[in-house]
């Protein structure tokens, strides 16, 4: 299978009289803002999806797989813990975090999506909600992804509505809680080690979170969701509870409302939007070196007027996408970020990045529904991308309620 962009590129050379300019996403020179250490990760992060997942995931993406076989040089890189201070994490800023994400869904959605799910999620669960013991106990195994987690919110019955509605319960039994229900969507769940799981203390009606180890607690069991048309890499699961027995040190002893479980999604939200703008740019550099190959009617489509609109176009949803998470990410860093901040470039994002994927498809004509040619990938998955960790519509009931001072949640 065709994969990487430099592949497309060195298969289809068109005779040229001058050299013609190399697809670039980045505008503005928005990576000029990054110090040179900062930079010299997010090319290390660019050169490992080029030359180790570029080749690969059309396959996995097709086989509905995850490339287990990616994880020993994904480790080399070093990066788990980015955007998390201490606890043998790797730190950084929000901004180095925001431009690292980028560059994973910039070659593959689902391979960003896997490792936002275990660093943003399950990691930044812990860092955010657990004690000092919980932290030191479970984050330095995570930063070395010796442990992978995964983030059980959504359930069956309760997506949008999970702040009010989740249907698990937790029962306390002296030192131990006792776990029932259902959980739904819940990315690495089949395979992973460590499930956050939010469930509703029956004593004091109040969301909790809990640390349960997947493959040694009895009662919990994961099945795989079958049949995905997007983000066919990351491997979803329904997780039922039954009786599920965890003690009273496997729950997050700061993590005592549903305030606390929106403190980490407000910061993963955020991140989506870093994801989402990664996928618009893989799906704009495809779509322009393919205009720059494909020739019809005796010239390269890319020296056609609509063509060219269609790529300007593309260009400036990522160049809004990229200048709006930039100025985000500076006010995270300055403690400033608030849920209607992330809410705002979540929706606006993933938005953005529909059009530019519907745009970079049509784009590649037939070969535009292919898989071998990368954009029909990135245009499913932006699907996901939309919907998931909170849709379009309730991120602007959060901006809605900001600006207004109504709240218009049913
Ligand atoms: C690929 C993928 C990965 C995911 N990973 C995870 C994960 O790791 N962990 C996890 O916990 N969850 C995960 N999710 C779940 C995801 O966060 C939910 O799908 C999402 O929050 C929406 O919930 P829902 O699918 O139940 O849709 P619903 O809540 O049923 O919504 C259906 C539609 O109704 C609209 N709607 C609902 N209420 C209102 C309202 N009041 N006003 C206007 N419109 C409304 C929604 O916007 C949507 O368009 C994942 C989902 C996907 C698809």
Known sequence: MATAISDIKQSKEVKQSKPLPAPNSDFYQ???TLNTEDLALVKQV??????????????YWADDAFPFELIPAFKELNIGGLGLEGYGCRGGSQKLFGFVMMELARIDPSFSTFFGVHDGLAMGSIYLDGSE?????????MARLEKIGCFGLTEPLVGSGAAGGLTTTAKRE???????GEKRWIGNA??????IIWARDLADNQVKGFIVENKTTPGFSVEKIEHKIALKVVQNGQITLKDCRVPEANRLQAGNSFRDTARVLRMTRFMVGWMATGCQMGAYENALLYSQQRQQFGKPIGSFQLIQDLLAKML????????MLL???????????TDQHAALSKAFCTARTRETVAWARELFGGNGIVADYNVARFFADSEALYSYEGTYQMQNL???KAVTGFSAFV
Do not use: H, Y
């Not at 490992?48 to 570029?54: H, I, R």
């Not at 013991?133 to 195994?141: I, N």
């Not at 002296?174 to 029932?180: A, E, F, H, I, M």
């Not at 089949?190 to 499930?195: A, E, I, K, T, V």
């Open 133 to 141: 013991e919980q932290k030191q106990k479970w984050l330095p195994q």
């Open 46 to 59: 660019r050169a490992f999806m080029e030359s180790k997942v570029a080749p690969i995931i059309n396959k």
């Open 30 to 32: 928005l990576a000029e």
């Open 327 to 337: 100025r985000l990410a500076d006010l995270d860093d300055e403690g400033k970020l």
């Open 316 to 323: 400036a949803n990522i160049t809004a996408s990229q200048c």
């Open 190 to 195: 089949p395979w992973c080690d460590l499930s």
């Open 174 to 180: 002296g030192d131990t809680w006792v776990l029932n």
């Open 398 to 400: 959060i901006v809605g």
